[in-house]
């Protein structure tokens, strides 16, 4: 089976910076995405990581560890607006099939 | 403009009542694909399409039809919809390398 685990929940002061992981077991891996959504919008592509270590993207970064079965999404500068679920999702070999965790709801308080 | 179109938005209707959700897109993928979204359990396939004439059932088919006649389109088709189908769903379409795009999402209340 295919198993993707991320926090169901995090806090974190506007200015500050958080780290949301995720860990996944899969059949195969080709890569993982990391998406924002706003409550009732559409996810919205935030990072994609196929090889080993961090993809750094204006205040947002993204790390990988193939061999831990490991990522983390770093925010930085936190915003008010950053307030969001962030969605870790695992592509497999050799497909295009894309599969979610449950995501992570973060909250920024002023 | 490179996009996703859903429709409709919204949708209210009873139960046992046939309807088709629509999904379109405009880049040319090979890849599309629908998804549920519920409170505590996040995105889940329903089913996937990885070329015209092929699909494949993702992880919750039960209830579900859809057809890719052609690349474009990739309708989702609830031949006899039921309470436990009330949902926001999500289309998406693309490939790895490019990344996916996700349709605005349709909010479905079965009564």
């Known amino acids: 089976g295919q198993n993707i685990d991320q926090p169901t929940e995090m806090t974190a002061t506007e200015g500050a910076i958080v780290q949301i992981n995720c860990t996944y077991q899969?059949?195969?891996?080709?890569?993982l995405f990391w998406y924002q959504q706003h409550a009732g919008e559409a996810p919205t592509f935030l990072s994609y990581?196929?090889?080993?270590g961090l993809e750094e993207k204006g205040r947002f970064s993204s790390f990988l560890s193939r061999s831990k079965g490991y990522s983390y999404l770093l925010l930085k500068e936190l915003q008010m607006k950053d307030s969001a679920s962030y969605l870790c999702a695992v592509t497999l070999d050799n497909t295009d099939k894309l599969i979610f965790g449950t995501g992570t709801r973060l909250q920024v308080f002023p | 403009e490179a996009q996703v179109t859903q429709n409709p938005r919204y949708l209210i209707t009873v139960t046992g009542k046939k309807l088709t959700v629509t999904c379109s897109q405009n880049m040319n993928h090979e890849y599309m694909s629908w998804y549920r979204q519920d409170p505590g359990l996040g995105l889940r396939q329903i089913y996937y399409s990885m070329n015209v004439e092929v699909t494949d059932k993702g992880d919750v088919p039960e209830g579900y039809k859809v057809s890719r006649k052609e690349k474009r389109n990739f309708p989702l088709i609830l031949e006899s919809p039921s309470p436990n189908q009330t949902s926001l769903y999500f289309c998406a379409s693309g490939g790895a390398g490019g990344g996916y795009t996700f349709g605005s999402g349709t909010r479905l209340t079965v009564v």
């Open positions: 990581n196929v090889l080993d």
């Open positions: 899969t059949s195969g891996f080709n890569g």
